[in-house]
């Protein structure tokens, strides 16, 4: 028996979410001299970069202990990159290899650039959840050194094993015991890059991960050794069994590493200027003239002039990326400095995010990166346009968690664009879907698209995509449930989302 009251509560929450935008649409430029003028075509960023052919999308989050706010993530061996945003949420899309290593590059809470790794390798569905964090980075170390000898980056195409990556994982939870959160696996599933409220972020604020060699160290934010083992014994712990000479962590040196985490602070980033990014519009419907301004001055402590320039990044909710650069033209003091980022349009419905980075110039040949800033901008669909092709779930999903065994289905639910839609008093979007954490329908949001084979052991039905393809709800049956006949499970699906306005698309 589902309970009704809630169901309508989602239903009241979606209809809003998914209610078509009101707004000024902007004119396109028109061609002058002629008595019927005609749109040129609308100017796009500079360096706007292409996706190729291909279905794959990765999703996740880049974090060391904290959001690798603004990380290059970039698929090792290859040109593709995107921009994460400011909590570290990434999208790659589309993948061509079915396996291969993830590299996150970010400034740290030192204000040093820091890279971390990961591995992946689709499986049956077409979205993988891949996140980026000292755990992944060790583990996808390890394995190529095992596999491969050489290490990260790679020096050859050699690529680790999954076998390898999944026995360095067992092998590295046994070693932290106590320490490591129970069920949790740091490439895939829910992820927050929060230490205060998720486990797994936090071990990565608690302790340090040291390869020498062929031996894993780990040790404590004091530098006191928690647990080592040679990495060829690795197995044999991931099968639970300790060999001579390994080390692994106990209540008492558990206990001694969370005080230090309790005492020991990360270092703060010294900020020496000060930069705030502002867009115009921020909020519009329909193609849309876009333009930025950027100012910049010295902090008080900041004593000399230095010549500056800003790169910016604009990241597309698919995501793709247009890059450019400009210079401010004159050396930087504690007066606020100016620069444009030049006017192009924006003429695909969806959420973007304007990334700026000031990078000062130490000398004619090198420069460095000191401070990022953004600001996000959003485009909507013009009531009574044609329809479009929508990038679902590109700021990831949120779903139900198992909460008990009377409901019909669990469900998934993804925006389209990354778009999020006004009812004329709030804005509603994921994060309101998300929000509902009662005990009959708790909700998680997670960085990846909804699953398309098994949710809490529940098979997929299909999705219901609803008013105007804004947005879809996946379906997927509940392991206890009798639904009778074959195809009962798809029937009733498709008669929960038709009765609502929606249009079913079953499992294929």
Known sequence: ???????????????????????????????????????????????????????????????????????????????????????????????????????????????????????????????????????????????????????????????????????????????????????????????????????????????????????????????TLLARADLLQLDDLALGTIPAGAQVVTEELAELARSAYQTVQPPQQNERFEMIVSVSPANATGPTQFASQVRVRANPAQETNEAARARFTLLYFDGRTAEWEQDFGQPLNQSFTDIDSGS???????????????????????????????????????DGADPITYQYGAEGSCYSQPADNTRDFYFCFESANGLTYSDGEQNNGLDALCSITDDDYPFLRQPGRCPTTVLHGGFYSGYCTLTAGYGRIYFYQSPVRDYGAVGGAIALAELRCTSRGGAWTPVR
């Open 1 to 223: 028996m589902i309970h009704s009251a809630k169901l309508l509560v989602l239903w009241a929450l979606l209809a809003v979410l998914f209610s078509s935008l009101t707004a000024c649409t902007e004119e396109p430029p028109v061609e002058e001299g002629s008595a019927e003028a005609t749109p040129t075509p609308y100017p796009t960023p500079e360096g706007l970069t292409e996706l190729p052919e291909g279905d794959n999308t990765l999703q996740g989050t880049a974090a060391y202990g904290a959001a690798a706010a603004y990380a290059d993530v970039c698929l090792v061996g290859s040109t593709r990159c995107t921009r994460a945003n400011i909590d570290g949420e990434y999208n790659l899309t589309p993948i061509e290899p079915d396996s291969g290593y993830l590299s996150a590059n970010f400034l740290n809470a030192s204000g040093a650039s820091q890279t971390l790794y990961s591995y992946f390798a689709f499986t049956d569905a077409p979205a993988e959840t891949v996140h980026i964090n000292p755990s992944t980075d060790t583990i996808a170390r390890i394995a190529a050194i095992l596999d491969c000898t050489t290490g990260l980056p790679p020096a050859t195409d050699c690529l680790a094993a999954p076998e390898t990556i999944a026995s360095t994982l067992g092998g590295i939870q046994t070693l932290l015991g106590p320490l490591w959160p129970e069920g949790r696996n740091p490439f895939t599933g829910p992820f927050e890059a929060n230490p205060d409220t998720d486990e797994l972020d936090r071990l990565h604020e608690t302790i340090d991960y040291l390869i020498n060699g062929q031996q894993l160290e780990i040790v404590d934010l004091n530098g």
């Open 344 to 382: 192009f349009w924006l003429t695909e419905p969806g959420r973007y995010e304007l990334i700026v980075d000031l990078l000062i110039i130490d000398n004619l040949a090198a420069e460095s990166l000191v401070l990022t800033s953004s600001q996000q901008v959003t485009v909507g669909l013009v």
